[in-house]
């Protein structure tokens, strides 16, 4: 009866595999290994085991002749070139059985909604298919994707499979980046930058056709598209429509593109375990990799996949994977670790599509962006901490957050099926089977719905549309965060008292960024520092933190990091610090090496500033300089982040001014000691508390005198006529 104790299987189930390994490696240097191998089990994790079959898989099963039709036919693509195999492999798609029926049904009806299994070539045949029955004659074929790394991953796919250059015939265009050119007829490009294509051409006269991809995302410029696109076929008939999704809700989204027929690409799925943790996970990443490691030795070869919530996280597992396996050495299977999300610079992307080789196993790390937009061949294992990054916006307080949040049903069921996608797998949550019934949503709630719409309510106005309130959204987002983003953008003048756009709001629309990033940018000029203030606008823009700080040089790092933070007013200040240094270099890496700062980061940064430069020459705003002048450059700042404003309290926190809620100064911040009173902050961030990210010192007065229509005299000086304990900031910095 012993064996039969939880404990025991567990004892035996580890002897076991200790037994195995010790087989396969030889008995030469078992004491090294089992050393390795209790280091791995040391804190195991244990999974019940639940097996359930994909949704409504036709095949499951291929049959015999099948199998061997395509193994000859992989047999025979071996022997040819690269390129003659992607042709080949392009047919081996689940899609290619379906081109004539689609493209027949592409010709007879204007909408068309398509269904289809991620993976099964939605994405980079059906741009082709069109392109080779000549619609690249009538115009251009688009396809948007809502992230940028899907869009040039994608773009730069299709340019192999046709044999041209990436930017030439094929391009893609994301923000701040147009790989595309004259002779470009398939071009792929962000939701968003589609969005900012209306501005200069409202009925898409270039286009012959457009596929809206990945419809199930449902994020805020995909929703918003639905709404423009539906507009313009009603009076441009000769452009096709395809929307394109990878899950059920295409009824949906059938009905509000008035019944367009729904062409479904029957899919192949395998069967996959699910295996569910016994008990809750108190962390995450510790456990995905503790897992990792457990696939790793114990089960057949078969690539993993681990979902995590973004560079952050993607980058600890990185390092915990390498330092865990690096005791190993050779007596373990090679582990490769290939990480992927939005910031990745493309090269390292490529890494996740390669082939593994015969005994190593890939492990590769991802966002949310491989649950549908990237296929990866491969995947025999998931790894599903049940996680996701998701914004939420709460329009009542202002406060905008991205937030590590349990993912949907959906979701996890989307994620799950990565594992089989060419043969039978195995995906492990990291959470329990309760928690799947009883803690998840059926379905995530669109963006639309979650987001503030500063950003997308002034294009729609500068799109002539102002009636907002009953523009056709499949489902509109929340009458509260519309007024609210109404009442931002009058706050910021770019829109009058009748909800029309201004002069103000038409140049701010101009600009591919945040409407408060945009007036700063504008305004600058009149502080006579637009050329500083671009700087930082393009340094707040690239995403992530563009300082680097390794474990075992932090305090050289550190140390780096201070200088840039020189007369301690604000982060903005050492953002354009930090540029002004590299620029003075002549952009040299090796400074960036020596100064701890991500090169990568600094290129991007680069690029975006000179788009904001050619920009504010198109909306001739004149190109000023002046560093020395602190106050002018935060006094611009402030002139477009009036709103994002917060004081100090007697109790060492911040509240925001207008709104008031309770934040606080992020530890990353050059200002998280020194706590000056007042402070203007590029955003609020919730993680373990709420935190202002890049904050800079401001003067209350400055509030009155930039935005009196917002601010009163009053109001500010009650404010900051209230005592405050002497040296407070030491005294909290203690406590
Ligand atoms: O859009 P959908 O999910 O239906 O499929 P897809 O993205 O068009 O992918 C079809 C095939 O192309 C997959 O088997 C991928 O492995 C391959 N592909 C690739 O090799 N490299 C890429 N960057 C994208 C897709
Ligand atoms: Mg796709």
Partial sequence: AASETPWAQQEAFEAQQIKKAASRYGAKDRKAKSEAYDYVFEDQIEFIVDQYLAGDAPDVEETKEEKMKKEREAREAEQRSEFEQIQVSRKLLPMFPYRDDLLKAVEEHQVIIIVGETGSGKTTQIPQYLYEAGYGKLGKIGCTQPRRVAAMSVAARVAQEMGVKLGAQVGYSIRFEDCTSDKTLVKYMTDGMLLREFLGEPDLASYSCMMVDEAHERTLH????????????????????????????????????????????????????????????????????????????????????????????????????????????????????????????????????????????????????????????????????????????????????????????ASALQRAGRAGRTSPGKCFRLYTAWAYQHELEANTVPEIQRTNLGNVVLLLKSLGINDLINFDFMDPPPTETMFRALEQLYALGALNDKGELTMMGRKMAEFPVDPMLAKMIIQSEKFGVSEEVCTIAAMVSVGGSVFYRPKDKAVHADNAHKAFHRGNVGDHMALLNVYNGWAETNFASQWCFENFVQIRSMKRARDIRDQLLGLVDRCEIELLSNPQDLDAIRKAITSGFFYHTASLQKNGSYRTVKNPQTVHVHPSSGLSEAMPRWLVYHELVLTTKEYMRVVSEINPEWLVEIAPHYYSKKEIMEQAQKKLPKMLGKAAGEA
Avoid at 349 to 366: L, N, Y
């Fill in 222 to 409: 995909t929703d918003v598209l639905f709404g423009l696109v539906k507009d313009i076929a009603r009076f441009r008939p000769d452009l096709k429509l395809l929307i394109s999704s990878a899950t059920l809700d295409a009824e949906k989204f059938s009905e509000y593109f008035d019944f367009a027929p729904i062409f479904r690409i029957p899919g192949r799925r395998y069967p996959v375990d699910i295996m569910y943790t016994k008990a809750p996970e108190a962390d995450y990443l510790h456990a995905a990799v503790v897992t990792t490691l457990q696939i790793h030795v114990s089960q057949p070869e078969g690539d993993v996949l681990i979902f995590l919530t973004g560079q952050e996280e993607i980058e600890a597992c990185e390092e915990m994977l390498k330092q865990r396996t690096r005791g190993m050495g050779s007596k373990i299977g090679e582990l490769i670790i290939a990480p992927i999300y939005a910031n990745l610079p493309s090269d390292m992307q490529a890494k996740i599509f390669e082939p593994t080789p015969p005994g190593a196993r890939k492990v590769v790390i991802a966002t949310n962006i491989a649950e549908t937009s990237l296929t990866i061949d491969g995947i025999k294992y998931v790894i599903d901490p049940g996680f996701c990054k998701q914004n939420s916006y709460n329009p009542r307080s202002g406060m905008e957050s991205l937030q590590v949040t349990p993912i949907s049903k």
